[in-house]
């Protein structure tokens, strides 16, 4: 049942993904989410701000996963309702660093840096440090880093691979979020299905075997 509703909305059964980099580890769960709903799904990593607004038009159908909280700005997605991972944001020094942080408020007197789409970076940045740099990559930030152009780079966990946690390490947990799936609004319809699909992976176990390892 579920099959032939999903290929009733889509006629030639096969959806676009964007992701933004780092979000390959979650392109085996998605597939596999997708094939049960009888859909074959291509992915592509696209610069984070620019694979959102590509969704927003209806270039692609789906995103990956982001937090809620930046949907005022994207009118045409609807986000799924079981998370698709919980995440925390997260401020990196450099390994050498003699940098000691207690809570947020001391985020002040440091220079930031954080990567341009990062919907937890982003929201934070709005109400937190004004000495803030915007890069448009991982490689970049973690580049900053280490040439000590900045002082802190803000993570989230969701991108263990990314190259900052070669050059950084964790001194600070931010805020924790929940980072859901997406799709155009056009494709609203599928939320309900692919909700069913990701919770019983999760009771069942594919969820842990099919997401790349957080380590």
């Known amino acids: 049942m579920l099959t032939i509703t999903a290929l009733s909305v889509f006629a030639d059964g096969k959806l676009q993904i964007a992701g933004q980099e780092g979000d390959e580890r979650f392109f085996p769960l998605l597939q596999a989410i997708y094939a049960q709903l009888g859909f074959q799904v291509t992915f592509e990593t696209l610069p984070s701000a620019r694979a959102m607004q590509l969704v927003d038009q209806g270039n692609y159908d789906a995103e990956v996963g982001r937090i ?24 990196m020094v450099r390994k050498d ?5 207690s809570n947020p408020d001391d985020l002040q007197q440091y220079r930031i840096g954080y990567v341009i789409g ?4 982003a929201d934070f940045v ?8 915007a890069v448009t990559t991982h490689e970049q930030l973690a580049q900053m880093l ?8 803000l993570m989230g966990t969701a991108f263990p691979n990314s190259p900052v946690y070669s050059v950084g390490v964790e001194r600070l947990s931010i805020a924790t979020f ?25 009771q069942n176990g594919q969820y842990d075997q099919l997401l790349l390892s957080l380590n």
Request: charged share 20%; proline share 7%.
């Open 146 to 153: 280490e040439r000590q152009r900045i002082d802190i780079a």
């Open 126 to 133: 709005k109400s937190a440090p004004n000495n803030t740099i």
């Open 68 to 91: 809620p909280d930046i949907a005022v700005n994207y009118p045409n997605l609807t986000y799924s309702q079981e998370p698709l991972l919980t995440v925390r944001l997260v401020a």
């Open 118 to 121: 990062m919907s937890v970076a």
């Open 178 to 202: 929940n980072v859901y799936h997406i799709l155009h609004n056009k494709h609203a319809q599928l939320i309900p299905q692919f909700d069913q699909v990701l919770q019983r992976m999760k």
């Open 97 to 101: 660093a003699d940098i000691q942080l």
